[in-house]
């Protein structure tokens, strides 16, 4: 319960801090683990793309399944850096109904996104 008023506070004081701050917040909540999939969750609409990356990299990393839909919706952000790191959390939580987003993702703008889309697909077939 201790870790959980720690991540309250971390998502409460996000209006006072700058993009570096809050990135290192999320940062932060990633050691926590499962119980910080929701409040990863809402950095992930970050303003700061690092912000938003931070918070995909965790939950890919945490794996849990409940960051799925929101990761997909994260192929589509503005910034190549957030979309490569959906690809790479999709990919990490091992989900098959990414099969489809992650084929899309091989016609992304970006050559890196599109690279590692691909890559991803090429590591679902394998299994």
């Not at 506070?9 to 570096?20: D, F, G, L, P």
Request: some cysteine; glycine content about 6%; hydrophobic content about 40%.
């Amino acid at each position: 319960m201790g870790g959980e008023k720690s991540m309250r506070a971390m998502v409460e004081e996000r209006s006072e801090q700058t993009e570096i701050e809050r990135w290192k917040a999320v940062s932060e909540l990633r050691k926590m683990g499962r119980s910080a999939v929701e409040y990863l969750i809402i950095n992930l609409w970050d303003n700061d793309n690092w912000v938003r990356m931070a918070a995909v990299d965790a939950l890919g990393a945490i794996g849990d399944k409940r960051a799925y839909d929101h990761l997909v919706k994260m192929l589509d952000d503005q910034d190549h850096d957030v979309r490569f790191a959906s690809v790479i959390a999709l990919g990490e939580l091992g989900d098959t109904r990414a099969l489809g987003p992650l084929s899309k993702a091989c016609f992304d703008p970006n050559c890196y996104v599109r690279t590692i889309a691909e890559e991803t697909l090429e590591k679902f077939n394998i299994k």
